[in-house]
C-alpha cells in the first residue's frame, strides 16, 4: 500500500531536473541540517568544559566527608572508624583516610594572603620518604616527583607559584587557628615554616591558585592534635555511581553527631550552575532546529501548491486522502531524516576538528595582522597576536570535546520527529482538496 505514494514522494523530493534534491528540498535540509550541526557542536564543547571540570574536581576532591558536628569537631581514635567505613564498603572504596581542611594565611617576607590548607594520608618508604599517592594531581614542577621529604615540606599549586612568584626550595609560613575559642583571647593562632617542595595541577583554578597540601602528620603537629585525631575522614569511591549508596552504608557507622556529605553537596551551587547553563544552551539551539521545522513546513507547502494538478489528477485516479496524506508527509520525513543523520555526522567532525579549524584561523588572522602592521603601522607596536583560544583564560591544554552518545539519539529522534510533524500540517491540507477544484484552479 506505502509503495505507490513512497515512490511518488521520492520524485517529489528530487523535482523536475533530476538533481539529488529540488530547491525546496534543498531549503529545509539546509535548515535541519544547520540547526543539528550546530546543537552537535555547541554541546560537545559544552559538555566537554562540563566533564574537564567535573574530572578535575573529582579526580582529586574526596567523594564523601564525614565530620564531627559536636564539641570541639575532631574525630579521635580515626584510625577504628576508618577500618570499620572500609569493612562496611567492600570494594567501593578507593581509599578511606583520615584529613585535615582548614583556612590559613600564607606569609612570605611582606607578602600576607589566605589560602586554603588541606593535610592527607602519605605512605612512607624504607628511607622514611613521603610517596606520593596514585589519585594524587599532576606534579608539573619538579616533573616526574613521586615523593617528598619526610620533614616540614608543603606542596602548592602551579597558578600560587604565579601569583605568589614562588619557587621549589622557598619557604613559607603558615598560620592556622588553634584551639577554642574564647572571650579573652579569641583563637589562639598557630604557625610554622615549611618548605615548598613541588606545585600540583588539578586542573580547577581554584585549587591550584590557594591550595597548600601538607602530609598529615606535619598539620596535626600545625593544629596541635594527637597522631590519633583527625578534623574529617574522607572516602574515595571507585565509582561515583556508588556515591549514595556510599553514603547510606556509612550512616549505619556514623550516627549523630556526625554527618556525611558528598561531593555534589560540597559544590552544590557550582553543579547546579553548569546544569542551568546547559539547559539555556539546549533550549537555545533547540529553539534553532523548531526554525528550521519552520523551514519545512513553508517548503512542504510549496511543494503542494505547484502539485495541485497532480494532487487532483491521483485523487481522479482513485488515489485516498490517506495515500495523499502519506506522499507530503513523507517528503518532510525523509528530508528531515536525511538532514538530521548528515547534521550530526557533520557536527561531530567538525566539533573533533574544531581546534585545528581555530587554530587555521588564528594563523591566518595573525599572518594578516603581522603583514599589515608590517607595512603600514611599523615600529609602534601596532598588532598583539591574537589567541581564539587562550589557554591562561580557559585553562586547559586542549579544547575539551565530549560526545553524549545517548542525548544524540535524542537528538536525531527529535529533530526527526518534528520533521515529520512539520511536514503533516501542510500534509493534511493537500489531503483535503476536492478534485474538480484543484483541477479547475491548478492553472489560476
Request: proline letters at 4%; glycine letters at 6%.
Amino acid at each position: 500500500m506505502l509503495y505507490l505514494p513512497f515512490k511518488i514522494a521520492l520524485r517529489y523530493i528530487r523535482g523536475r531536473s533530476g538533481n539529488l534534491f529540488s530547491v525546496n528540498t534543498r531549503l529545509s535540509f539546509a535548515g535541519v541540517f544547520s540547526g543539528t550541526s550546530l546543537l552537535v557542536v555547541v554541546l560537545a564543547i559544552f559538555n566537554g568544559f562540563q566533564d574537564q571540570f567535573k574530572k578535575s574536581l573529582f579526580q582529586f576532591d574526596p567523594h564523601l566527608i564525614i565530620q564531627n558536628e559536636s564539641g570541639d569537631r575532631k574525630i579521635k581514635d580515626w584510625k577504628n572508624f576508618v577500618n570499620k567505613a572500609v569493612d562496611k564498603l567492600e570494594d567501593k572504596a578507593a581509599v578511606v583516610e583520615g584529613m585535615i581542611q582548614s583556612p590559613a594565611i600564607l606569609r612570605r617576607y611582606n607578602l600576607i594572603d589566605y589560602v586554603f590548607l588541606r593535610a592527607q594520608e602519605f605512605q612512607t618508604d624504607m628511607a622514611g620518604n613521603y610517596i606520593l599517592p596514585d589519585h594524587f594531581p599532576e606534579i608539573v614542577n619538579p616533573s616526574k616527583l613521586n615523593y617528598i621529604a619526610n620533614e616540614d615540606v608543603c606542596l602548592v599549586g602551579k597558578e600560587m607559584a604565579i601569583l605568589f612568584d614562588l619557587r621549589v626550595g622557598d619557604k613559607i609560613e603558615l598560620v592556622v587557628p588553634r584551639g577554642q575559642f574564647s572571650l579573652k583571647v579569641g583563637v589562639p593562632p598557630s604557625m610554622r615554616t615549611y618548605k615548598i617542595a613541588g606545585f600540583f595541577k588539578t586542573g580547577y583554578y581554584e585549587h591550584d591558585s590557594r591550595l597548600v597540601i601538607l602530609p598529615i602528620e606535619r598539620a596535626q603537629n600545625l593544629f596541635n592534635l594527637s597522631s590519633d585525631t583527625v578534623q574529617q575522614i574522607v572516602v574515595r569511591l571507585n565509582d561515583l555511581k556508588d556515591l549514595s549508596w556510599s553514603r547510606d552504608k556509612l550512616y549505619e557507622i556514623f550516627k549523630m553527631p556526625y554527618t556525611i556529605r558528598t561531593i555534589e553537596d560540597e559544590h552544590r551551587n557550582f553543579f547546579a550552575a553548569l546544569k542551568l547553563e546547559k539547559t539555556i544552551q539546549i533550549t537555545i539551539v533547540f529553539l534553532f532546529i523548531i526554525a528550521a521545522m519552520v523551514g519545512i513546513v513553508v517548503a512542504t507547502y510549496n511543494v503542494v501548491r505547484s502539485k495541485r494538478k497532480d494532487i487532483g489528477i491521483l485523487k481522479s485516479l482513485g488515489l485516498s486522502n490517506g495515500s495523499i496524506l502519506t506522499i507530503f508527509t513523507i517528503n518532510g520525513f525523509l528530508t528531515g531524516i536525511f538532514a538530521t543523520i548528515f547534521g550530526i555526522m557533520f557536527g561531530i567532525f567538525l566539533s573533533h576538528n574544531l581546534e585545528s579549524i581555530l587554530l587555521f584561523i588564528e594563523d591566518i588572522i595573525n599572518t594578516i595582522g603581522e603583514w599589515y602592521a608590517l607595512n603600514y603601522k611599523p615600529g609602534i607596536g601596532f598588532w598583539q597576536k591574537v589567541r581564539l583560544i587562550p589557554k591562561n583564560v580557559y585553562y586547559f591544554d586542549h579544547l575539551p570535546i565530549y560526545y553524549d552518545i545517548e542525548f544524540l539519539r535524542a537528538v536525531g529522534f527529535v529533530s526527526v520527529l518534528l520533521s515529520g510533524i512539520a511536514s503533516f500540517i501542510p500534509a493534511w491540507a493537500a489531503s483535503r482538496m476536492k478534485p474538480i477544484e484543484i483541477i479547475r484552479g491548478a492553472d489560476s
